[in-house]
């Protein structure tokens, strides 16, 4: 049973997250809702949400972005998030969604403050349904990694460049106000999590640098309430693609508290992993993530996964971003350079089309996506799935909804027939 929000949820005990992220809904990202990308010529370039208002302009991306933000994801998801048996989600915001704290920011085409509304509606629904919210910062100003679901594709303007110590102050600004917010009496139970920064790219940053950004921040926010820690949220701060044994001895000094290590597990970014056999890759989670994952929770501290799907490989529409290939079938291009096929026979071809999932294939699914998520209760506090749907089920491999529907996906998370 999930402990009611006036009770504790024993993180890191006997209670493990369980949850769904609601991606591309408050940040758009093409391969979760293409249709907003489709209504354009390949010659437009709109391939991000940068892009996308800045060619509609400021009245069309509003009108647009409200409908979007009002049909996409509504109060009958959050319920029935609960029937699923998940008892978390975890809500990407966009920087936007807070007060432009720097010039380059009042520069930027993004429509401001709009889509924290609608967080709000989105915490208020989970609250009435008994669910947890993680409010997470999904972008920072000028990019934290350079890819679409930054806001904006390109270089990383985040600790790099020009402006990339204004950036990061910037960001900071951004996430102290979150937290202060979420923090009030009003928001705190409902809102027990806080991710400090989705995915920026530290393998092409100066390391030093944004491990002194993730101290100072942490400093910073714990700083907000300063007579009772507890008061505040959990904090999670992502890998950054470093690897987790990069985290050994960063967050378990004994100087940093209630904080979690985020990592986010895919096979599909690994040429390796996609060639497996699918029972090597059915029982990977066990044989590959587990350890890591309890070596990291020993060493590190707390560790949570973020970020997980069923995709074994990048198929997927728009899923590298608009108008690039996959490495599946060497259609993609990384640094100028065409990666290799995974095999002389792969191409895509139908595989994202679910009406001819047959039945093996679909206890496949289960088997893979079960022993994830008990892989990931064993080792560490719990995991998120990514993400609860895509526009008309139109990238089956990463639809919580609709594998839950079809049945890939448990019909109670928290009950599994399969485990490692």
């Not at 594709?153 to 600790?159: T, Y």
């Not at 460049?161 to 009030?184: D, M, P, R, W």
């Not at 995974?342 to 009406?355: A, F, L, N, P, R």
Request: aromatic content about 14%; charged content about 25%; hydrophobic content about 35%.
């Amino acid at each position: 049973m999930t402990p009611a929000l006036s009770e504790k949820f024993d993180y890191g005990g006997k209670d493990k997250i369980r949850g769904v992220n609601l991606g591309g809904w408050l940040v758009i990202e093409p391969f979760i809702t293409p249709g907003l990308f489709d209504q354009f010529e390949p010659s437009d370039h709109v391939v991000d949400e940068w892009t996308l208002c800045e060619k509609l302009g400021p009245t069309e991306a509003k009108r647009q972005l409200e409908h979007h933000y009002e049909t996409f994801i509504t109060e009958k998801d959050f319920k029935k998030i609960a029937e699923m048996g998940l008892n978390h989600v975890r809500i990407p915001v966009g920087h936007w969604a807070v007060k432009k704290t720097n010039q380059q920011q009042q520069d930027e085409p993004f429509v401001p403050h709009l889509s924290f509304r609608y967080l709000l509606r989105g915490i208020q629904w989970a609250r009435k349904y008994g669910l947890r919210v993680m409010v997470e910062l999904h972008t920072a100003p000028g990019s934290q990694n350079g890819w679409n679901h930054s806001g904006r594709m390109g270089a990383v303007g985040f600790l790099n460049g020009t402006h990339g110590h204004e950036n990061a102050a910037a960001t900071l600004e951004i996430v102290k106000e979150l937290v202060s917010f979420f923090s009030q009496p009003e928001w705190a139970p409902v809102t027990p999590l806080f991710g400090v920064l989705n995915e920026p790219a530290i393998f092409r940053l100066d390391k030093n640098k944004v491990k002194s950004w993730y101290q100072e921040s942490y400093s910073a926010l714990r700083n907000i309430e300063k007579d009772d820690k507890s008061k505040g949220p959990l904090l999670t701060y992502h890998e950054g693609f470093l690897g987790l044994g990069a985290w050994d001895g960063f967050f378990n000094d004994n100087k940093h508290d209630h904080v979690i290590l985020e990592t986010h597990t895919y096979l599909i970014f690994d040429q390796g992993l996609v060639s497996m056999p699918r029972n090597e890759q059915a029982n990977f989670p066990c044989t590959g993530w587990l350890n890591d994952l309890r070596k990291a929770s020993k060493n590190a501290g707390p560790t949570m996964v973020g970020e997980f799907s069923v995709a074994t490989n990048d198929c997927g529409k728009y899923l590298n971003g608009v108008g690039l290939g996959a490495r599946y079938e060497g259609t993609l291009e990384v640094d100028g350079k065409k990666l290799p096929a995974v095999c002389q026979d792969c191409k895509c071809g139908d595989k994202e089309d679910w009406t001819k999932f047959d039945d093996d294939y679909k206890q496949f699914l289960m088997s893979f996506v079960s022993r994830q998520m008990f892989a990931f209760e064993s080792s560490t506090y719990g995991w998120f799935f990514w993400t609860y749907k895509t526009e008309k089920h139109v990238n089956p491999h990463w639809d919580y909804l609709l594998g839950y529907e079809q049945n890939w996906i448990p019909k109670d998370a928290s009950k599994r027939d399969i485990s490692c």
